[in-house]
């Protein structure tokens, strides 16, 4: 950003009551003036758990019923913060809704930090006292105990001189580029960034056993940062996160075969699958939930009532289930478990090594990378319209497991050809994915059936009829989804892809 009109800068701690003692005649006969507004005021600071805001150089702040979004390019955006809920859906109309559109619609804003904020202004002043720059400023003192003040340059038109000489007088007070990461850092010491997928540092010089322990050490602290979200309900993210993390570290369990001792690996196994056990049904529901609008516009409004039923059962449900999993998550119990299996990947003295816990870990990441991806070809090539549905699903489970490999080794790797293929993947994977959700969501609401009609209630009837006509319309698009399959995985594997993974992970090997 270039550091004119506009621009932000931090500045130390009581600078600005230095720039008072700059003589007018080092600022072109132009007069410094600071000013400061009496009464201070409570702000907020709000992002969502994953930091987009501050990843993208924004800070949003809540102060006296208004939020006021400070953005890279130097504007500053406000709009009323009355009444306003926790998701930017859920705002009032305004500049900064708008300008928070690029955010998930899945994560809410939830507060950083909190502490008073006081307004001042530094004007340079002419001999008629006339204003011909300023620099507006915001002193923020957190309740953690730090404070930042921030100062945006103004000028005014016709006087760009001026503005020269503000931008002088601010960078020699000690201003330095306002940057948002170390915003949150000055005003709230200790408060961590989150990291869904952290990169685990390889160089290739270190034993399987290394490379898989240190992935599962560093996927138990992403799980545990998901709980309090998940014990509150802040927003369904925060369960999806947890099971992802926990997902991978059971993924490197099976893939990484001979690392550990394979009774252990059983065993860990068997302990992680029961953490992820107790998640099932809740992130069921929150899928149907989130989906609600879009099984609305598959079928006619004549059958929307008994979607209203459908989805209000849904709805008594997950609060029950999200109850269940949060006294879960506080108990005694788990907590002692996961901390057992913190400590067992961060001291590893319990862990017993395989077979093949002593191979390098390149050559380890190359065999599994390039077994896999032959795997994954063998059953894309045999797919065509009579191919049984669970083949088709068996080549989803490939393709996610060649991704986690592919996420989990990549420091091993160069940047740049490793992407190319990361790309195609994701795309047969999302191909794939849908697929799987049509026949999971078909399944699922079948049985959703099966109890209704257990249940014996009144009025249930009308329910199956919007719920069988949902099925049909699922059915139908897995099939359109199914013939995709072809052409996604043709896309994938095309000669440069196939060339790629061959030099990459097989020598340059046919």
């Not at 001792?261 to 953490?275: C, D, I, N, P, V």
């Not at 079948?446 to 249930?460: K, M, Q, V």
């Amino acid at each position: 950003m270039t550091q004119g009109e506009g621009a932000f800068y931090f500045l130390p701690d009581t600078a600005a009551e230095g720039a008072s003692l700059v003589d007018a005649a080092d600022l072109g006969g132009l007069k410094p003036q600071l000013s400061w507004q009496e009464a201070s005021s409570a702000f907020l600071i709000r992002d969502t758990f994953d930091q987009e805001l501050r990843l993208s150089g924004r800070v949003l702040i809540e102060v006296a019923e208004q939020f006021e979004l400070l953005q890279p390019d130097g504007r500053v955006l406000g709009q009323s913060s009355a009444g306003a809920g926790r998701f930017v859906a859920e705002f009032s109309e305004g500049s900064v809704k708008h300008a928070l559109s690029d955010l998930s619609p899945l994560r809410c804003l939830l507060p950083v930090g909190a502490g008073e904020m006081r307004r001042g202004e530094l004007a340079l002043l002419d001999d008629e006292e006339k204003t011909q720059a300023r620099a507006l400023l915001w002193v923020l003192e957190a309740a953690e105990g730090g404070r930042v003040t921030i100062a945006r340059l103004q000028g005014l038109r016709g006087y760009d001189k001026a503005l020269t000489r503000l931008r002088k007088l601010v960078e020699g007070l000690g201003g330095a580029a306002l940057d948002d990461g170390a915003l949150y850092d000055l005003l709230f010491p200790g408060h961590s960034a989150y990291v869904a997928k952290p990169e685990v540092p390889m160089d290739g010089q270190e034993e399987a056993f290394d490379a898989a322990s240190d992935i599962i050490a560093a996927y138990l602290p992403v799980a545990r940062a998901n709980e309090a979200g998940v014990i509150a309900d802040d927003d369904t993210e925060f369960l999806h996160d947890y099971r992802i993390a926990l997902r991978k570290i059971r993924s490197v369990l099976s893939l990484f075969k001979g690392v550990y001792a394979a009774e252990q690996t059983a065993e860990l196994k068997a302990r992680f699958s029961a953490l992820m056990e107790p998640t099932g049904r809740l992130r069921d529901l929150d899928v149907y939930l989130l989906e609600k609008d879009a099984y609305y516009a598959m079928l006619p409004e004549s059958l929307h009532e008994g979607l209203d039923r459908m989805f209000a059962l849904f709805a008594e449900e997950r609060t029950a289930a999200q109850a269940g999993l949060a006294k879960h998550l506080r108990s005694t119990g788990y907590r002692k478990e996961i901390t057992a299996l913190g400590k067992i990947f961060d001291k590893r003295k319990a862990l017993q090594r395989g077979e093949r816990a002593d191979l390098p870990a390149y050559d380890f990441a190359c065999k599994l990378i390039w077994k896999r991806y032959r795997k994954i070809c063998t059953i894309a090539e045999a797919i065509d319209d009579a191919t049984p549905d669970h083949e088709v699903h068996e080549l989803r489970i490939h393709c996610k497991k060649l991704r986690y490999l592919m996420e989990f080794f990549g420091p091993l790797f160069p940047a740049g050809p490793f992407k190319k293929l990361i790309k195609p993947l994701k795309r047969l994977q999302d191909n794939l994915g849908l697929f799987n959700d049509y026949s999971v969501q078909q399944g699922s609401l079948i049985d959703f059936l099966r109890r209704l009609e257990d249940s014996g209630e009144s009025g249930n009837l009308q329910v199956a009829q919007s719920v069988g006509a949902l099925i049909l319309v699922l059915h139908e698009r897995q099939l359109a989804e199914r013939a995709k399959v072809v052409g996604s995985f043709a896309t994938f594997n095309s000669a440069e892809t196939q060339m790629t993974f061959r030099e990459l992970f097989h020598g340059g090997k046919k």
